[in-house]
T-cell receptor, first 111, second 117 residues
Framework: EDKVVQSPLSLVVHEGDTVTLNCSYE??????LLWYKQEKKAPTFLFML??SGIEKKSGRLSSILDKKELFSILNITATQTGDSAVYLC???????????WGAGTKLIIKP | KAGVTQTPRYLIKTRGQQVTLSCSPI?????VSWYQQTPGQGLQFLFE???????NKGNFPGRFSGRQFSNSRSEMNVSTLELGDSALYLC????????????????FGPGTRLTVL
């Protein structure tokens, strides 16, 4: 059965720290890995990763995919209280149009 | 471009009742997916519609059903509500071109918070 596992499930750090969130997957016909940030309501898109080893960056956030070891990481540097959220990753299959979601990592940034 | 809209935003029902939730996708998006989210859980996939056809279905009982109209708007229905159906129901739209087998980013609506008493 296809699955996506995120770790840790929750994380508390202080403002200014750097955090690394993990997402591993076992998906038949894997196509891409997506990261979303969910604050109070709707998840908002962060990154889509399709190729292995190519880092995607957006400000203080970056992410990379390892298709050999079947995982992705999301890095956040110089964290701010506004980074507090649940970070979700999802894997997309090539053969259908369903995303397989992880349970999320709840990140809390303390001032 | 207007985002994904969902109505109603909040709903309170009692056990045994039924409920219909509505989702209007981003203009031009033909794929609509529905998810259930409960505290501590990730997004649980309900179903996905494309061009009025259900393409994928998650592992939910038959009490959960949906449909999509020709304008891509979608509705989700839950019959005989149970306490465990209390959740945030999210819909997401995407371009999703099946012919090319490509996956497109999903855009989420604000959700409908359903409380079953």
């Amino acid at each position: 059965e296809d699955k996506v596992v995120q770790s840790p499930l929750s994380l508390v750090v202080h403002e200014g720290d750097t955090v690394t969130l993990n997402c591993s997957y076992e998906v038949t016909n894997f196509r891409s890995l997506l990261w979303y940030k969910q604050e109070k309501k709707a998840p908002t898109f962060l990154f889509m990763l399709t190729s292995s080893g190519i880092e995607k960056k957006s400000g203080r956030l970056s992410s990379i995919l390892d298709k050999k070891e079947l995982f992705s990481i999301l890095n956040i540097t110089a964290t701010q209280t506004g980074d507090s959220a649940v970070y979700l990753c999802a894997a997309a299959e090539d053969s259908n149009y369903q995303l397989i979601w992880g349970a999320g990592t709840k990140l809390i940034i303390k001032p | 471009k207007a985002g994904v809209t969902q109505t109603p935003r909040y709903l309170i029902k009692t056990r045994g009742q039924q409920v219909t939730l509505s989702c209007s996708p981003i203009s031009g998006h033909r794929s609509v997916s529905w998810y259930q989210q409960t505290p501590g859980q990730g997004l649980q996939f309900l179903f996905e519609y494309f061009s009025e056809t259900q393409r994928n279905k998650g592992n939910f009982p038959g009490r959960f059903s949906g449909r999509q109209f020709s304008n891509s708007r979608s509705e989700m229905n839950v019959s005989t509500l149970e306490l465990g159906d209390s959740a945030l129901y999210l819909c997401a739209s995407s371009l999703s071109n099946p012919g090319q087998g490509s996956y497109n980013e999903q855009f989420f609506g604000p959700g409908t918070r359903l409380t079953v008493l």
